[in-house]
């Protein structure tokens, strides 16, 4: 039985130090069931800890949206980012020395040889040594039109630069660190449609587990415009 003698947390793994528990589970105590049950939000690292999550822009459908590092497991020594409920992965390979971002099951990180080249590997990728893929400022990717062979900073070959993806028509490529929401943000639109126009507060609840904002219209009524993120397509819309 649970005596509080524990603590909160416990995991069952006979190593010298706390931080080499990452090949065990943590397990929390749930008061409710009075069981230890799995808790995949813990774990013990050395050192400092990179951005919980990274915001990754451009690149192919499906690729942009927002990444979370899985919090039990690095891989390389070096954390693992995920797009949530999707198989889109972001981590650090040692034999091609870069970033690499591409689409696949979870248990196959790891378990399948890396291709030749970055191109068949991932559908973006940077070459800095860098901590985190936040931290890197020079990725390539894949355009929309990518077919194996084509020419670099064109329609069906790898975007290089902000400036070759905008030539292009490409959305530029970015990975940013992403941070606490303003409590307020200030919206303006370029037409006669200047209702959307004003200022948005920070909402307390999460709309698709992210922060939203809203607007209210007209005090005698309950209309409100709301600013809100959309997982699947990577896109704030109000």
Known sequence: THTGALGDFVVDCNVPSPIETHVCSWKSFNKDSQEWIEESTLGCYAGDLPPKQVYITGGRFGLPGVYTFTFRRTYNERFVYRKEGTGWHCWWSIKHKAWIAALFHKSELGSRPEKKTLAETGEAWCLQDVPHPAASSQWRFKSNYWVNGGKVDTLKGVIRSPQAAKACGERAFHCLVVEQ????????????????????????????????????????????FVSCYDPPTARWSI
């Open 181 to 224: 929401p303003p409590p307020i943000v200030m919206v303006r639109h370029g037409t006669d449609r200047k209702i959307t126009s004003g200022i948005y507060f920070l909402m307390p609840e999460l709309h698709q587990k992210r922060f939203c904002f809203a607007k209210q219209c007209n005090m005698r009524t309950l209309d409100t």
